[in-house]
């Protein structure tokens, strides 16, 4: 276990801290933790916009309710900017550096909501009420726009330097964000049985993936890491993401409503064509005979167990899950390549671990 | 005339300077130039898009047709980026070395162009059908997250010493853009009596003030410029912007519609709060209250000629022109400001008069 010299045993190194972290424990830590060190920058960030647009970005951030008045809200998980600041300590950096570039990685993450929830039609996010349906498409679009301005504003202004680097790999990770968002429009509007599993993944990558992987990769580059180790950061958020996404999927499906905040079955009522359930029509089962059917009909209530029933029963579960965790070992070997002390990846592994673990 | 010890003198000569460019000639060629300068580092950064988004944005420009054929389209009068390359020049810096910069403000244009057309529900736009009526609102939306997104990367990736100044620089500006739709959006949904000149003013100057502003200021910053100068560069783009503004607004009342590419009498059949009504509403004349009462009611195909003479005999043609005569002699004691040289402001002030000198 001493013995560092082949790839393989620092993967089992670092796979068994990796373990150590399990129970999610120190990762609720370190979310806490983030949380506290980025909203202040974070706060500063959006005080410093003209009213109209603080006032949604505050509503959004459930900073405050839609009358402007103070609300103690839930401003999301923080794990993009947790990633951003144990990528850093991974490399040796010091996070407390790194702060606005995490802050940036934040407003970019909640601008993609903004826009994505005018798009999707989406009602509610956070357990509450989206900012398009309170303050309009138009300022929703507006709101977000400045949100991605924000961000770049944050490392352009930001004397760090890794700062230049960083606001190009973010503007670049934002590009792919829109062609992620694309393809999964595109793919909602095709018939289940025109739908590829390889498509699902690559559109998963790039909605989900790019930017977990370039929040490590940011958290890299303000550690002044080197070309491959900032590529081996990025690999391990864009794997560890695809499981994010995959156990997301899961949960959409099989998610206890009471923790989810969504009602049971959302993605199936609303006929997504989650990765579970495209794996389950692609397995050529008896089972994925009958959810094709299931799915070329109208959703009834009853109905939805049915469907649950039969991608469970066609394997589409199974082959989640065990994606998922295909996913995480490929993580884990992309940040073995990078971190050469395993004992300071721990933070990376205790997040990667805990999105990959969780239930709601 | 050779005396410049005095910033009255200093005016007088560049005034002078600019009446020699009154035939608009001179600016014609500069805008063709910064075409032929910025075209090409447009159209690779464009090219470096993902399919999806590439599409859309050649559709935009004008370079391609819907279907994806090459299009010899028209991308816009190039002013933005005129006005870094000539502010460049006025301050005694390089032009060549401010491309990507350049490139960089007429992407961001373009990113407000494609959101303002979906929020105004817009249906043409340089004489095409707009990109959200060919693609849809969620893909025009995306086209232009993409295109902010790629304005940033290139300054990031430039490593010219002005360019982090400058990208800091454009991103607030976006936010004022953001700040500027958003209350024009406000405006527009007032009743006419409750909306001032002040407001409209000032909603014009966030609208497009702003961005025309920026374009020099980063012109200024690729010079080397310090503080002072690049301010006094921004103001001479706002007020030229806003000069800009109001001629814009007299087209969209009495332009030619075989020369704009619009319907006559535009903004009065939408009963927009433009510059010369507002200021016509406000007059306290007895065609005031005419007026008034004729945007209160649905507007008719005679009708129109009716509001259009009463914003006439209201004054607010005669404001508008007067006004934007006022704003350009603001521009220009302000560029004083800050050229040692007044025979270098010569392209600034050529595209200035241009601007405000146009009849479509």
Redesign the interface.
């Known amino acids: 276990m001493t013995d560092t010299t082949t790839d393989t045993v620092g993967v089992v190194d670092v796979r068994a801290r990796a373990e150590s972290f399990g129970d999610g424990h120190e990762a609720a830590e370190i979310l806490a933790s983030a949380r506290l060190c980025v909203d202040p920058e974070l706060r500063r960030a959006i005080d410093s ?2 009213g ?2 603080r006032r949604i970005a505050l509503y959004h951030f459930g900073w405050e309710h839609a009358d402007g008045t103070p609300a103690a809200g839930h401003a999301g998980k923080a794990i993009r900017p947790a990633l951003v600041l144990a990528a850093v300590r991974a490399l040796g950096g010091e996070p407390a550096m790194a702060v606005r570039a995490a802050a940036a990685v934040e407003l970019t993450h909640n ?1 993609t909501l903004l ?1 994505d929830d ?2 999707d039609r989406d009602t509610t996010r956070r357990h509450r009420p989206t900012a398009w349906t309170v303050f309009g ?3 929703a ?6 949100l ?3 961000a ?2 944050l ?3 930001d004397p760090h330097p890794g ?3 960083a ?2 790999r973010l ?2 990770c ?3 964000l ?2 992620g ?3 999964d ?2 793919l909602e509007r095709r018939r289940p049985d025109e739908v590829t599993l390889e498509e699902c993944l690559a559109m998963a990558e790039a909605k989900t993936g790019a930017l977990l992987g370039c929040a490590c990769a940011l958290g890299a580059l303000y550690a002044g890491a080197g070309r491959e180790e900032v590529d081996a950061l990025d690999a391990f958020g864009r794997e560890a993401g695809l499981a994010f996404q995959l156990i997301d999927d899961v949960i959409g499906i099989w998610g206890d409503p009471g923790r989810t905040g969504k009602p049971a079955r959302a993605d199936l009522a609303a006929r997504k064509k989650s990765l579970p359930v495209v794996a389950a029509l692609a397995s050529g089962t008896p089972a994925s005979v009958e959810l094709a059917a299931l799915y070329a009909g109208v959703p009834g209530e009853g109905d939805l167990e049915r469907v649950a029933g039969a991608v469970e029963r066609a394997g589409g579960r199974d082959w989640a899950q065990g994606h998922a965790a295909d996913r995480m070992s490929r993580a884990i070997g992309q940040l073995a390549r990078a971190v050469p002390v395993p004992e300071s990846a721990g933070g990376l592994l205790a997040l990667a671990e805990f999105v990959t673990r969780r239930t709601h």
């Open positions: 916009l003209p109209s647009m601008f826009h005018v798009m498409d138009s300022d679009i507006l709101a977000g726009d400045a991605q301005a924000l770049q504003r490392l352009a202004e700062a230049s680097a606001a190009a503007a670049a934002v590009v792919e829109c062609a968002q694309h393809a429009g595109v």
